[in-house]
């Protein structure tokens, strides 16, 4: 076990624990964008900026990134942070002057005018959309391409994906909204994927639900489980569960 | 070939290739490097062994494409040896002359000879130019005598021999101490102390080990690593082998750019010859020790020259830095300990073997051992690659070395550090360059790029030039370096188009510490460098920019405007002739005019007036 000081109370982790993960152990909430506990950290938002005490020399580092030492002291609120994060979200504002996230952030440390010239972005690249199609449903549909200021996050040659499943992993990950779902008759679409796909019918109910390519997908990946189970919505599903174990209480 | 397998059959070897070569034959060594192909030197080449041919002389000449000896400004460059006598800017038309005069009658071309622009005297040998004078040609210097695609010339001046001391005597823990010892640190910008790093790698837990060579130069105005590896691609390969020994790796790579084709080309070479003779590959020298090298093409991206950033690009991911709370010696190429070392740093570490630790911390400054390879260029008079001991200061590289400033201009500053380097001004000049000095006035050492300025360069067009290149270079994953160095520019594009305002300069100042404090990797910590620097030493000129609108050298265009002189004036026409907007009116003989609505001040006419009648303000 380690132990640090955050923002003067000493808190004991496993070693492997980011900064992040340590503050939040002992209740002390670090604003992040880019990270999510199921994936591996970035690092690319810088939100989670802090102050880093180690060995007597003092240094910004992101909370998510910096794994929880021996002796290190922690300041997630000092001067220096915040004025290195208020200059980060003036930044991210300037870039997303209309996602609401990115405005409540900001409101937040005091900000509600960037003094940049204003874009008009959805998108702040952090990656969580990659990185959750990559690391969690392993299809990496989509990637980042392009450097510096022409970065973005596109399927490869900027054409409909013949890997993504439409799970909407992404669009349930991204912070901002940037990534919208259509649910139209039977078709999925995720038009910043050029994502159309056919779902399928509910073998109860008969309303589409899921992908067929992403229950083909599911399929192969869970032998075990009934056929039956990957025809019927989620919904009847529930429904269908619930009937059982209310029979079964009514017979016991 | 017979694989070699121990110290004395290599020193057999090597006398055997210098038995077979005539000492006292002439030999004509020709530059091959980039800046002489530049020059066409390849026709040289040609027209060499044609005439060579044609007069019978096959028997009793040789000849000899090497790599880049470094004179760039004075290419095609050609050595005659014994004698080591210097023709510069030969051309295909020279070359029947030269084999019927100076090789067959020793007699001397004086104007292919440099003329030293100081004294104006011809100078027949190439170590008494002025130029290569007060270099200190350690790794660089073998460039000039060998032919890069050929090991037995390598071998000839001792090559592999450092490898043989190493694997018949000295136990790596010995290797990474007298690494250490020497001081040497890595040239590729960091500066980390070699033979620490190869400590760490070492000691570090994990199976396999890499060693890695980065050759991802890609700072503009920059080739030294580039003619390291094309012209003595084995001192590479050969510190490479070395490292990998002391460090306990059996695989390496070399991460080249593929935009350095003749790199590539020599390296791939090399590796071929360094595995036919048991340097490289299995059982190197019987020793039992395996390593092999495989050459990586990179796409060009300037940010894959960041360690983690190249690591990823190697393992077939987006070339994009992560965060390096562990250190790449720890967990670096495929999560296992990896030593990346430059090119530069890996050509020293056979000298240092061969000639020691001891003599080795005598050259150079408290901290900074060794010599160091500047590409100098801009606004100097013999652009080229400079090999100088460390602590030797800006002024001699710049005016002993370097010939001083073209065309009588003034000196105005040096970028050292590349893009994220810093400009130095004149106060400075006397700055013995070594990495503490030349971080401590606010710029660095890089890999040794050195652009010198004159009195006509724009300071804040400077900062904005090398900032729109780290705009485009930048990988864009974290938000500090993408976006503050995008809204740096916007402010820096403005003050240089007379929309500056108060408070720009406080601003890019503030940007400039948050994008150094909270990027994620080397290259958004020190892109703010070139704007920092400037601020530090030319606030004036901003000032000028914002506060007068006006551009104080005459190069932002929208601050600027051309007129001209009637008193000046002769009415030749000549502007007015070429001016593209046909801004300029005038009858001949009488004083012309420009039209300041028409004019888009690109500058023909200033470039044209042979009266010096156009004024710029």
């Known amino acids: ?252 | 070939m017979k694989k070699i397998k121990t110290a004395k059959e290599l020193e057999d070897i090597r006398k055997s290739i210098l038995e077979k070569r005539d000492t006292n034959r002439p030999c004509i060594t020709i530059c091959g490097g980039t800046g002489c192909r530049a020059y066409a030197c390849e026709k040289v080449i040609t027209a060499f062994g044609a005439e060579i041919k044609k007069q019978g002389l096959e028997a009793k000449v040789d000849i000899r494409v090497t790599g880049c000896h470094g004179f760039c400004e004075r290419g095609p460059l050609v050595v005659f040896h014994p004698e080591e006598i210097f023709y510069q800017q030969v051309t295909p038309e020279d070359v029947p002359e030269i084999v019927s005069e100076t090789i067959m009658q020793n007699r001397i071309i004086e104007r292919l000879l440099y003329t030293d622009p100081a004294t104006n005297k011809k100078i027949k040998y190439e170590n008494e130019i002025p130029f290569y004078k007060k270099q200190r040609r350690l790794v660089f210097g073998n460039n000039g005598k060998i032919d890069p695609t050929d090991i037995t010339d390598y071998m000839a001046i001792g090559g592999y021999s450092s490898l043989a001391k190493v694997l018949f005597g000295i136990s790596p823990q010995e290797v990474i101490e007298e690494i250490t010892k020497s001081g040497l640190r890595g040239r590729g910008g960091g500066g980390f102390l070699t033979g620490r790093k190869w400590h760490y790698c070492r000691s570090a837990h994990g199976n396999p080990k890499y060693v890695i060579c980065n050759a991802d130069e890609g700072d503009p105005g920059a080739y030294m690593d580039r003619s390291l590896l094309e012209g003595n691609p084995h001192s590479v390969l050969e510190g490479m082998i070395i490292g990998a020994w002391a460090i306990g790796a059996n695989e390496g790579y070399i991460y080249v750019r593929n935009e350095y084709p003749l790199a590539v080309k020599h390296a791939g070479i090399a590796i071929k010859q360094a595995e036919k003779y048991g340097f490289l590959g299995k059982n190197i020298f019987d020793s039992g020790f395996n390593f092999t090298i495989e050459i990586n093409r990179g796409g060009g991206a300037f940010v894959c020259g960041e360690s983690t950033a190249l690591m990823a690009s190697l393992e077939g991911k987006v070339g994009e830095p992560r965060a390096k709370h562990i250190h790449t010696v720890e967990s670096g190429l495929r999560e296992k300990p990896t030593n990346l070392n430059n090119v530069e740093t890996w050509a020293n570490v056979p000298l240092i073997i061969a000639r020691g630790a001891d003599w080795y911390s005598k050259i150079g400054t408290k901290e900074s051992k060794g010599t160091k390879i500047f590409s100098l260029v801009g606004k100097i008079k013999n652009t080229g690659l400079v090999e100088v001991p460390m602590g030797i200061t800006l002024r001699e590289i710049i005016y002993d070395i370097g010939g001083g400033i073209p065309n009588g201009k003034k000196f105005k500053a040096v970028q050292t550090g590349g893009p994220s380097g810093g400009c130095i001004p004149e106060e400075l000049i006397d700055l013995p360059v070594d990495f503490e000095e030349l971080t401590r006035v606010g710029s660095m050492m890089g890999s040794g790029g050195m652009i010198v300025m004159d009195e006509d360069t724009c300071m804040v067009d400077v900062a904005k030039y090398f900032l729109s290149f780290l705009e485009d270079e930048s990988c864009g994953k974290c938000t500090s370096c993408r976006e503050g160095i995008k809204r740096m520019l916007e402010i820096l594009t403005n003050i240089t188009e007379g929309k500056g305002k108060e408070g720009d300069i406080e601003l890019l100042e503030e940007l400039a510490a948050a994008v150094a404090n909270t990027s994620l990797c080397a290259l958004g910590g020190t892109a703010p460098n070139p704007v920092l620097s400037t601020i530090r030493y030319f606030r004036d000129k901003y000032e000028a920019h914002i506060r007068d609108k006006k551009c104080p050298a005459g190069v932002c265009r929208q601050l600027i405007t051309y007129s001209i002189d009637e008193e000046a004036c002769r009415g030749c026409l000549a502007c007015k002739k070429l001016c593209p907007q046909e801004a300029i009116t005038g009858e001949k003989k009488e004083p012309h005019y420009i039209n300041q609505d028409k004019c888009i001040k690109c500058g023909v006419c200033l470039e044209t007036c042979k009266f010096d009648a156009i004024r710029v303000e």
Not at chain 1, 6 to 30: C, F, P
Not at chain 1, 79 to 100: D, F, Q, S, T
């Open chain 1, 1 to 252: 076990m380690i132990k640090l000081i955050i923002d003067d109370k000493e808190v004991e982790v496993r070693e492997g624990t980011s900064v992040l993960e340590a503050a939040k152990k002992i209740g002390i909430e670090i604003p992040t964008l880019c990270y999510h506990e199921a994936l591996a950290p970035y690092g690319a938002c810088r939100v989670c900026t802090v102050e880093i005490i180690r060995k007597g020399r003092y240094g910004l580092s992101t909370a998510c990134t910096y794994p929880a030492q021996e002796g290190i002291e922690v300041k997630t609120n000092s001067e220096k942070v915040k004025k290195a994060r208020k200059l980060i979200l003036e930044m991210l504002l300037a870039r997303c002057p209309h996602v609401k996230k990115i405005r409540d952030l900001a409101r937040e440390v005091g900000i509600e005018k960037p003094r940049f010239k204003l874009d008009n972005e959805e998108c702040i690249l952090c990656g969580l959309c990659v990185r959750v199609c990559e690391e969690i449903v392993g299809v990496s549909a989509i990637g980042f391409v392009s450097r510096g200021t022409k970065r973005e996050v596109t399927t490869p040659y900027k054409i409909n994906s013949d890997v993504c499943l439409g799970c909407g992993a992404c669009a349930a990950l991204c912070p901002t909204g940037a990534i919208k779902i259509e649910d139209i008759e039977d078709l999925r679409k995720i038009p910043l994927w050029h994502t159309e796909l056919k779902r399928k019918k509910c073998r109860v109910c008969g309303e589409f639900f899921a992908p067929e390519v992403e229950i083909d997908f599911l399929k192969k990946k869970n032998t075990q489980i009934l056929e039956e189970f990957f025809e019927t919505c989620p919904d009847c599903r529930r429904k269908e569960l619930g009937n059982k174990i209310g029979g079964k209480i009514c017979q016991g």
